[in-house]
């Protein structure tokens, strides 16, 4: 089936420093999204992206929807402890109408 | 809103029990997803709705599950008997424009 490659699988890194994560693909996408897990939770949508090229931010989260279609990045500035999550990007595949294509997941760790 | 809930959080069960999992959507989305996340298989799409219809429930494991969505506010997915290897969470979802908003899941244990 349909794959998204993201990376990197962790991250371990010191609180304040940043983080940058990204998923490719060889398919085209009409849509990128990106979503937070915590433990115990539903993943949750930080950012979701709608054309080609758009960067949008939302706190110290920023994401790009690739301007090929095929790829996406999310990056984190000076993280903190409550970032701690496993990060998630998700697109809807140009053929695939309104189901959604996950990637395998960041799971990124802070240390105070 | 009061986003996407779910019931129950939790279920024990034991094999060969009928289980049924509950969803209302965010009021106005006319997609619903239901997903399975296990740590070997990662987040699996079981079937989705538009506007209250089926559109594709491929990622149905076998006629064990079955969903039903009756009106735009609730959705069920039953699992008829159910199996260890069923155990896992089970996420609902809903959406307008693209962008999936998820509840809190089912924690589903089969012993």
């Known amino acids: 089936g349909q794959q998204l490659n993201q990376s990197p699988q962790s991250m371990f890194i010191q609180e304040g420093e940043d983080v940058s994560m990204n998923c490719t693909s060889s398919?085209?996408?009409?849509?990128w999204l990106w979503y937070k897990q915590e433990p115990g939770e539903g993943p949750v949508l930080l950012i979701a992206?709608?054309?080609?090229?758009e960067l949008t931010s939302n706190g110290r989260l920023t994401a790009q929807f690739g301007i090929t279609r095929k790829d996406s990045f999310l990056n984190i500035s000076a993280s903190i402890p409550s970032d701690v999550g496993i990060y998630f990007c998700a697109g809807q595949i140009e053929t695939s109408g309104s189901r959604l294509t996950f990637g395998e997941g960041t799971q990124l760790t802070v240390n105070p | 809103d009061a986003g996407v809930i779910q019931s129950p959080r939790h279920e024990v069960t034991e094999m060969g029990q009928e289980v049924t999992l509950r969803c209302k959507p965010i009021s106005g989305h006319d997609y619903l997803f239901w997903y399975r996340q296990t740590m070997m298989r990662g987040l699996e799409l079981l079937i989705y709705?538009?506007?209250?219809?089926?559109?594709?429930d491929s990622g149905m494991p076998e006629d064990r599950f079955s969903a039903k969505m009756p009106n735009a506010s609730f959705s069920t997915l039953k699992i008829q008997p159910s199996e260890p290897r069923d155990s896992a969470v089970y996420f609902c979802?809903?959406?307008?424009?693209?962008?999936?908003?998820f509840g809190p899941g089912t924690r589903l244990t089969v012993t």
């Open positions: 979802a809903s959406s307008y424009l693209g962008a999936e908003y």
């Open positions: 992206l709608y054309k080609a090229g």
């Open positions: 709705f538009n506007n209250n219809v089926p559109i594709d």
């Open positions: 398919s085209i996408f009409n849509t």
